[in-house]
């Protein structure tokens, strides 16, 4: 159906009842006990977790299918973001324009940034691209401090021209990007019992976004198009032996995938409009191959997965400070309860990334193909006796991370 | 590997018309859906607490170059929850001029906090403050050690509807530019620094002198050589070059090796935390202090100055003048009440940093019981042009239209002789209230309005 295989219109069909219902899938844990902490069903999360899995799945055409791995598409996402506030700044608050003028800004980048980089592979094609991003960050954060207002981050003021619809709204307040009137802010709060769930407006637009992305994907990764990217992949000089010119192909594969870049930069900023430099740092670059590496490079899922992890991580283990330690483990006689929260100390609150590194280690030491492999081992310890022939094959079809 | 299973592309059905119907009412659907979730809750300001407890959010630099300052903060944030809920020794609970705070919490709710990480970064610090607002369900978030930061989060908390009581920023542009109805700062800014600043450099190194600025790159830094240029050109300093360096650089040697080589005969460092640490450090390694430029001694004069950096930067910010917001060995009452029970908590004496952000705690508390209701406007109206006395800074004003307070400026200077670890700076001069109060219509503050308070939901 939608022109998928069964498979993959399960797969999309278990996303899709995923992402309409993660609001309540993320809130598992009544408000007032003590799991409560690990709760990640609040729109600012879940917006992230759309908004990155985007950036991976995009990251992914280019890394998973091509194997060329870059090291720059942060400064994709940055272009984007800074190109979202701008049309909230000059044109109008809704975040159409924004969320198209991102894609079309980051696309454009990307063909600059592309056409030199791709001249190169392996190493050399991550150096450049790192180069470039590094380059367009050190851009931001000073010398073109008129466009981006460097550190400090472009926001919104009130004397932002705003042509479509005035600079402020009624109350002499900031206007809030909308969505043909209806407000990204806007949420619908329902309680059942002990158990609080947010449907956030913003969200939902995302999720939109998210679904549009994600499919278009596994289009790609299913047409012929993405067979001669993982043809490239698989032996680049072969293609050339056999006469094909296979620049057009990555080029293309590059833009896509930076396009994906600038429409999440786009949703960023049409959830909360502000732009800054960091956006554009080689964490930000990092962070995304983790993700797709972490998920599974070259499945469709995998990067999805990654990017959920590493937000939740981000977000949700940085907040359990000694205070919350504490209270877990009152029940504890004194000294066993400081020696257990000594011993945990260096693993939550700002320690995160100690935890995030630990795991990824075990991840990539254990489970080339990421979490994607996880699931299959699983899958196959059910299906073993059934169908061998058909596990072997599953088997095959992880493309572990190289 | 990849193997390539030729089935799956024979499968595979191409655009149907049914096909494209199909996905266009799901696209349809899918698009309807959020209007149905434009309802708004019931209650008539976000985050409303409940009968037995408020939460408040403290969202501080937990790493990056401001990251001791944070550190600091947090300390005088777990303090003033302590005396606000009835513990420890009241702190300056018992100095403060407003009588209303009983130690039995805010309004009968008892007070508790979740903490979040800036990382000295706009965009981390509103991810932060919007998990504390959209989860934790804070109804205050207080601050920051960057104002870049503070004017992000500001923003943010504006559009939530929740306080914001800004931590340590000293950009103009907090109150000024980017001043917004719920935000309100209770720390000094450049402007008065430069006020305080000026006549005490005059005194000391005459009104002859060459300097070179050296500025961190964002709201603050510009901010700060924008009021140093003004008063030290007012009383006939030239300004030789200024340059901007990146925040958190680590390496400033690059920039201060031209210094010497420009004919300037005073460097002001226009940095802090982390940054200011590095750059007098090298500055003084690099033999600035001993040189002789135009027949003069070279001077350097860090603006802004703190215990914290004072500590870190140790010989070398010996003799050399800055401003500061508080200092522990101030002798009035709240300070001293404050430095016991911080001391006696922590084990040393509290930062500026810590400070002010316990005030602005205990000044948002205080505001709410006044007000007797947790909505920001109400809270707002309390603090606005609320008079004040006995937290630390003698009589102070949180003036009403651009929500600055307005207190005396402390000038400090490195001290030649401490006596311990932590006393590094000596008070210069207590510039008084009047001195440094600026008309609300002064040029560097324009550009930007209030706005209304927004209770948010």
Known sequence: ?402 | MVVIQREEYMKKSNLTRRGVLRSGAALGAGLAMPTIFTASSVSAFTNAPGDSSVTLGFNVPQTGAYADEGADELRAYELAVEHLNGGGDGGMMGTFSSKVLQGNGILGRKVEYVTGDTQTNSDAARASARSMIEKDGAIMITGGSSSGVAIAVQGLCQDAGVIFMAGLTHSNDTTGKDRRANGFRHFFNTEMSGRALAPILKANYGTDRKAYHLTADYTWGWSQEKSMRTYTEDMGWETVNSVLTPVGAGDFSSYITPVLQSGADVLILNHYGGDMVNSLTQAVQFGLRAAQVNGKQFEIVVPLFSRLMARGAGENIKGIFGSTNWHWSLQDEGSKAFVKSFGTKYGFPPSQAAHTCYVQTLLYADAVERAQSFNPCDVGAALEGFEFDGLGNGPTLYRAEDHQCFKDVLVVKGKENPTSEFDLLEIVEVTPRETVTYPIDHPDFQGGSLGSCNPGA
């Not at chain 1, 479509?164 to 709204?169: E, F, I, P, Q, R």
């Open chain 1, 1 to 402: 159906m939608l022109g998928l295989t069964g498979k993959d219109f399960t797969l999309f069909l278990i996303v899709v009842v995923m992402v309409v219902f993660a609001p309540i899938i993320l809130n598992p844990f009544p408000v007032d006990s003590a799991m409560a902490q690990f709760n990640a069903g609040y729109p600012d999360l879940m917006q992230r977790f759309l908004i990155f899995g985007i950036f991976a799945v995009g990251f992914n055409i280019l890394f998973g299918l091509t194997g060329y791995l870059s090291f720059g598409h942060a400064a994709f996402l940055g272009a984007g973001s800074y190109a979202g506030v701008w049309m909230f700044k000059l044109l109008s608050m809704n975040v159409l324009p924004a969320i198209l003028v991102a894609m079309v800004v980051a696309g454009l980048f990307s063909v600059v940034i592309g056409y030199v980089s791709l001249r190169r592979s392996g190493i050399y094609f991550s150096i450049l691209t790192l180069a470039f991003a590094q380059m367009s960050y050190a851009l931001a954060y000073s010398v073109l401090t008129p466009i981006t207002n460097g550190e400090t981050g472009l926001q919104l003021s009130l004397n932002d021209p705003r042509v479509l619809d005035g600079a402020a709204s009624a109350d002499g307040s900031l206007p809030v990007p909308t969505f043909f009137g209806l407000e990204m802010r806007d949420s619908w709060d329902v309680t059942l019992g002990g158990w609080a769930f947010t449907f956030n407006a913003g969200y939902y637009l995302c999720a939109i976004f998210m679904l549009v992305a994600f499919y278009v994907a596994i289009r790609i990764f299913r047409s012929p198009f993405g067979m001669m990217l993982r043809a490239i992949k698989s032996n680049q000089q072969r293609m050339n032996y056999t006469g094909l010119n296979t620049r057009p192909y990555t080029l293309a594969a590059f833009v896509i995938s930076g396009m994906f870049a600038g429409l999440a930069g786009g949703l960023m900023v049409s959830m909360d409009p502000l732009a800054g430099a960091e956006r554009m740092q080689w964490t930000r670059s990092g962070e995304v191959v983790l993700m797709t590496i972490l998920g599974g490079a070259g499945t469709l899922i995998g990067p999805v997965l990654g990017a959920g992890f590493i937000k939740y991580f981000e977000n949700i283990f940085s907040k359990i400070n000694d205070n919350v330690l504490h209270g877990w483990f009152a029940f504890l006689p004194d000294g066993l309860e400081n020696a257990i929260v000594w011993i945990l100390h260096p693993f939550v609150g700002k320690g995160w990334h100690l935890t995030l590194g630990l795991l990824f280690m075990l991840v990539v030491i254990f489970l080339p193909g990421g979490l994607v492999e996880a699931g299959q081992r699983i899958g196959r310890l059910f299906s073993r006796k059934k169908k061998p022939a058909d596990a072997a094959q599953k088997s095959t079809q992880s493309t572990p991370a190289e």
